[in-house]
């Protein structure tokens, strides 16, 4: 659909006053939030205030409402919690609260409020919007204010944004603090493996999530846990022997521990509850293994928000003020959230009255209909969970006698191990067997492959790098051997995880389709590298945890440069990436980069003078320090040395430089949570896709599949996962600098400008529409999103 695109600049907020709060329970990214909102505010000329302590600042008034300015929110990007309060408040729940906190509102003039917090803070600001005229009728009469002010305020605007770890609200895919507070969990999910595996110990998590599985669930998928208790889907009658069972299997095939997750909601399927003190006494009497229990409580609310938390608090921030400017007297109270990668406005109440939904389903039994209520991303966590859990007899699983290859390219990635998994245990839930090739093309073409069994890929989740071996290079040189070893080894499809690289051998491998039959069969591709830079999809496997250990790095030094005193610092940071900006652009908005150069937009003399001089009067106010992102390639002339050089010379006197290039410790580490979960799902439904081509394209004995679509690259697309042919995605890309022709992350470039106050012109064409809270079909789930 062309558009023209709609730029905020005609909106402005010039006589309007915002006021932010956090409500309810704290979440990682609050902060972030918090910080967007004021300055997307104060960018747009509007006033904005802190409500400190939530409801109850707003109804004491007084120093509880102040006015903020910039520096205001200055370093409190990598902050956990929240720095402006939050407090359950009994007194907002009565009329006479609510009155005195109009009252208090009108005072400052503020008629549009920001709120962040769960369902309930968000209940309470539609009733608050709903009585507002009420309110301050009745404020008139009580003589508190006049008629002038009752016509002038006459009307409050809402606007939410879900802070939850658990993750527990209808209409968003992530809520602001799930991923950080995932982070917490395999952090400590990772540390016990170690001790668990020394001892042979079984261990029970309870993590939190009274009403919602979905930490608990996701956890569960990201470290390969062995059974997970949650309140959306209780195990069957006869649990406890199935479990006892299944453990003892996994012992057998030398595992040396045992995780069990339980959501601190958990019930059984007469909503009696499940407690992990329970758990662990049925493990030690039935099995008599050594177990113990961990719970980690409010180590899940802690810590510095993830770098996925901090980018999507940001972008919420901004659109949540861009509403709010938007908003007229019909517009219905609307909540900012995220599906896919796209940012959406949704009903407030209609989001809230799903919620409860899921509330009474489960109430109820209803306990299909709960997990289908939680959405498209919850159902297929689910799925995907039980397919990889628990391996069937060997009686029980089909037999296709198709040999599919599963094999790493490219650069390694945090994630690959856990995408090899998966796809090791779908294919052979699916009947196939399936062979594991080492180092790449090159090993295929050595022979470097062996089967490879369901229990070979135990506890590869949270490895990082790449445990088969992964090498850049191409297939074009070594297509007589490869085919040889597929005859051979008589391999009927192929799946391809990695980069550029994998992308550009899958090519090679099509092109060669006319000499050599063996390649005529379906392969698939699963986006794998640090640096995001493969057409057809929004996200690669690995580039999160690039992303984090980037956020970190720079918290780091900003932090060092904090405790020099009556020292002014610039830290110049140079980040991976080839030619695609990804990391640098995405790395400076979770970090609250003062600059970030790329390669897609190219800048000159001017603009780095302009940065100069734009540092330069921020070093002037009371924020002393600061920070620009080069990305490695993005331009051959102004180096990481020279923007230095350039900075050092022009900064003199007022600030001191220093570098740091990142180098390869962005392509180490353990995966992050989304890389694992992310990794596990894109590959279980790459390898399902491959079931589906081999029964195709079996014909008389043989698979014979030579059409472009049966050579497919699986990519996520704003809101979905979707298999493009490799073929067709060649006009997208631009294989000089080995980047895609558009790039949607583009989008949000001056996001990041507009967070470090300078001026330029934000796209909000894809915003602004209030869409209705999607049901969606059992089907959906199927098809759909992550």
């Not at 007229?328 to 409860?356: D, F, I």
């Amino acid at each position: 659909m062309d558009h023209q695109p709609k730029f905020f600049e005609n909106l402005s907020g010039t006589g309007k006053a915002i006021g932010v709060l956090t409500s309810g329970g704290d979440a990682q990214g609050m902060n972030a939030a918090v910080r967007a909102v004021v300055r997307m505010g104060i960018y747009v000329k509007a006033k904005v205030y802190f409500v400190y302590e939530g409801y109850q600042g707003m109804v004491d008034g007084g120093d509880n409402i102040v006015e903020v300015s910039w520096e205001s929110v200055s370093s409190i990007l990598q902050v956990g919690g929240t720095v402006i309060g939050s407090a359950r408040c009994k007194s907002f729940r009565t009329r006479e609260g609510r009155l005195q906190a109009a009252y208090n509102l009108v005072q400052r003039g503020i008629t549009n409020l920001c709120v962040i917090g769960g369902d309930g803070s968000l209940t309470g600001a539609n009733l608050f919007r709903e009585e507002w005229s009420g309110l301050l009728e009745e404020l008139a009469q009580k003589g508190k204010i006049d008629e002038e002010a009752v016509k002038k305020y006459a009307y409050l605007n809402i606007v939410g944004m879900v802070g939850s770890i658990d993750n527990d609200f209808c209409g968003t895919d992530m809520t602001i603090g799930t991923d950080s507070a995932l982070h917490r969990i395999i952090e400590v999910v990772d540390a016990i493996m170690t001790t668990a595996q020394s001892h042979q110990r079984t261990f029970v998590l309870e993590v939190m999530g009274r009403h919602c599985g979905y930490l608990a669930l996701v956890s569960a998928l990201a470290c390969g846990a062995d059974w997970v208790f949650i309140p959306e889907y209780p195990p069957e009658e006869g649990w406890e022997d199935s479990m006892c069972v299944k453990l003892s299997e996994n012992r057998a095939r030398k595992k040396r521990l045992n995780i069990i997750i339980v959501a601190e909601g958990a019930i059984d399927c007469h909503n009696k509850p499940i407690t992990s003190e329970k758990v662990k006494d049925l493990v030690v009497q039935r099995l008599g293994f050594d177990t113990r229990v961990t719970i980690l409580g409010h180590v899940q609310r802690g810590g510095t928000p993830s770098a996925f938390d901090r980018i999507l608090a940001s972008r919420m921030g901004v659109e949540a003020v861009l509403a709010l400017l938007e908003a007229t007297p019909a517009t219905p109270a609307c909540v900012v959230s995220l599906s896919g990668n796209q940012a959406v406005r949704l009903p407030l109440m209609e989001c809230v009255q799903m919620t409860q939904e899921v509330q009474k389903a489960m109430d109820e039994g209803r306990f299909v209909e709960a997990v289908r209520l939680r959405g498209r991303s919850f159902e297929n966590n689910l799925n995907t969970y039980k397919l990889l859990s628990h391996k069937k007899p060997d009686a029980e699983l089909p037999k296709t006698n198709f040999n599919v290859a599963v094999l790493n390219v490219g650069a390694p990635a945090a994630g690959m191990n856990a995408a090899v998994r998966a796809a090791v245990r779908v294919g052979i839930t699916e009947g196939h067997k399936m062979f594991a090739v080492i180092d790449g093309f090159e090993g295929f073409a050595r022979g470097k492959i062996k089967e490879i069994s369901w229990g070979d890929v135990g506890g590869w989740t949270g490895q990082g790098g790449s445990i088969l071996g992964t090498k850049r290079t191409l297939p074009a040189k070594y297509l007589e051997k490869i085919a040889d070893q597929m005859r051979t080894n008589n391999i009927n499809a192929l799946m391809v995880i990695g980069g550029f690289e994998a992308y550009l051998g899958l090519l090679e491998l099509s092109a060669a389709r006319e000499k050599y039959d063996e390649f005529c069969v379906p392969m698939v591709m699963v986006p794998a590298t640090v640096s995001n830079n493969v057409p057809g999809s929004d996200f690669s496997i690995g580039a999160d945890t690039a992303l984090n250990t980037i956020t970190d790095t720079c918290d780091r030094i900003k932090q060092s440069a904090s405790g020099t005193k009556r020292r002014v610092f610039l830290f110049i940071i140079e980040t991976m990436g080839g030619y695609c900006g990804y990391l640098a652009n995405m790395g400076a908005l979770a970090a609250g980069a003062d600059a970030a150069y790329i390669f897609e937009e190219q800048f000159d003399i001017r603009e780095l003078q302009a940065n100069v001089e734009h540092l330069t009067e921020k070093m002037k106010t009371s924020i002393q320090r600061g920070l620009v992102l080069r990305n490695e390639n993005c331009n051959e002339n102004y180096t990481t040395d020279f923007i230095y050089q350039l900075y050092s010379e022009e900064g003199k006197g007022v600030f001191d430089c220093r570098k740091n290039v990142l180098g390869h410790m962005q392509q180490g580490g353990a995966p992050s949570p989304f890389d694992r979960n992310f990794g596990t799902k894109i590959s279980a439904k790459a390898m399902q896709w491959i079931s589906k081509k081999l029964k195709e394209t079996y014909r008389k004995g043989k698979v014979f599949a030579n059409t472009d679509d049966s050579v497919c690259l699986l990519g996520m697309r704003r809101r979905n996962l979707v298999f493009q042919p490799v073929a067709e995605l060649k006009n997208e890309t631009d294989f000089v600098h080995r980047i895609p022709k558009e790039q949607w992350w583009l989008k949000l470039r001056p996001l990041m400008k507009i967070l470090a106050k300078y001026k330029t012109s934000y796209d909000v064409s894809d915003s602004g529409q209030l869409e209705h809270v999607a049901m969606h079909s059992p089907k959906e789930a199927e098809t759909g999103a992550i």
